[in-house]
């Protein structure tokens, strides 16, 4: 989730920069939304060229920084088992953008516009994981836990992987050459 100001360079070239929230989605957090009262923070910056009223092509580095803890969630085996980890992720992508109102480059102040984006990047990853507090006495784990909790410890967490970006956005044009946006 990103908001951000967008200037316009040239005619048909723009530059941005947004700030946003990072919200993990994974199994540590307790709720089947993700830990959306611990977001994280994350910003990005982005290049883009238009194509022609209805495609632009944008360029974009993304960094985003996530963390959770089972320290204090109840409820279940969170408690016990008690893991957290530090994340942060630096894309680097290519999106293709759609405008459905046909008028990229032609904005006009007080427009606002929906548009849509897809793309591919490459994510460089760094990730602190921590179960030094887990609970090993406790008599009631499955039997596949232990192994693999085990069998995790020694598993290499990639420093790289692909990512695909899909999203959508809303623009409202503040000024001749300066935009608002927000997008997730």
Excluded: M
């Excluded at 994510?123 to 909790?149: A, I, K, M």
């Excluded at 992987?161 to 927000?182: C, D, H, K, S, W």
């Amino acid at each position: 989730i990103f908001l951000g100001l967008q200037g316009a360079a040239q005619l048909l070239s723009e530059v941005g920069f947004g700030l946003g929230a990072a919200i993990y989605q994974g199994d540590l957090s307790p709720h089947w939304i993700g830990s959306y009262t611990k977001p994280g923070v994350s910003f990005q910056l982005t290049g883009q060229r238009n194509i022609n009223s209805f495609l632009a092509i944008r360029a974009g580095y993304a960094h985003a920084s996530i963390s959770d803890n089972e320290e204090n969630y109840t409820g279940g085996v969170h408690q016990l088992r008690n893991f957290s980890f530090k994340a942060s992720v630096n894309e680097l992508s290519a999106q293709l953008l759609v405008n459905p109102t046909f008028n990229n480059g032609w904005e006009e102040p007080g427009n606002l516009r929906p548009y849509f984006f897809a793309g591919i990047g490459i994510g460089l990853l760094s990730v602190e994981r921590d179960w030094s507090r887990f609970n090993y006495t406790y008599p009631h784990w499955q039997s596949w836990v232990l192994p693999g909790l085990a069998q995790d410890s020694v598993t290499a967490i990639p420093s790289t992987i692909f990512t695909f970006p899909v999203g959508v956005g809303l623009r409202y044009q503040i000024g001749e050459n300066v935009a608002l946006y927000a997008e997730g």
